[in-house]
């Protein structure tokens, strides 16, 4: 290991034992391959499985595993649904008895911080799935809630825009205004700073730049 990686596995280590203190279960995997075999060993086969959007979910592999393993998968991102079926999905996921997603930022007390268009990935996160599994790379660590807010609107949020190929003002901009526009994507925001169910959440937080 070198020490970028020993200096990112102390914050995570850190980071566990906050998110283990907010009722949560969590996991340091040391790549995305760690990672990918630790979120398949908390997914019982045959089981109903939903979906956040998440980049970092595909880049550890997870998404392609749950789509050719022995899930029932509610996958929203399949290119041949229409609106109305990828609605369904959503709603079905938001619901699945395991949802599985990224998060836009953490902080290193713990708390995860996520900002949504229409609510799916919050809703998933809040109530409904009995196990919920978050996978987070390393530079999603920030210091503390406003941080992890501004992280949130104005990297995670235009990233998404320009991936969406919105007119929204931060893809041009490259920072959030607020904006009024009929395509932004930010309607709710979300802190989870405990989870009253106990190892509800499981995340696991990984030695590696991921997503974004
Ligand atoms: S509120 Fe508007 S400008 Fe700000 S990040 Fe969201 S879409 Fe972009």
């Not at 790549?31 to 908390?42: E, G, I, N, P, T």
């Amino acid at each position: 290991m070198n020490e970028v990686e020993r200096f990112h596995l102390l914050k995570l280590k850190k980071v566990k034992k906050a998110l283990e203190r907010n009722g949560m279960r969590a996991y340091v995997a040391k790549d995305r391959h760690h990672a990918l075999r630790k979120a398949l060993s908390l997914i019982r086969k045959g089981a109903e499985v939903g979906l956040g959007g998440s980049r970092t979910v595909a880049e550890i592999g997870l998404l392609d595993a749950l789509r050719k393993g022995n899930y029932k998968l509610y996958d929203q991102y399949q290119p041949s649904l229409s609106k109305a079926k990828a609605m369904e999905m959503r709603m079905k996921g938001a619901r699945a008895r395991y949802f599985v997603s990224g998060t836009n930022a953490i902080t290193e007390d713990g708390k995860l911080v996520n900002i949504d268009g229409i609510g799916n990935r919050l809703a998933g996160f809040c109530f409904g799935p009995e196990k919920v599994i978050i996978v987070i790379g390393r530079n999603k660590i920030v210091p503390d809630i406003d941080a992890a807010i501004y992280r949130a609107k104005n990297v995670a949020a235009p990233i998404n825009a320009i991936r969406f190929g919105l007119n929204t003002p931060c893809v041009m901009t490259a920072r959030c205004s607020d904006c009024e526009s009929p395509q932004r994507i930010c309607s709710f925001t979300l802190i989870i700073d405990r989870q009253k169910v106990k190892d509800r959440i499981n995340v696991i937080l990984v030695n590696e730049d991921l997503g974004f």
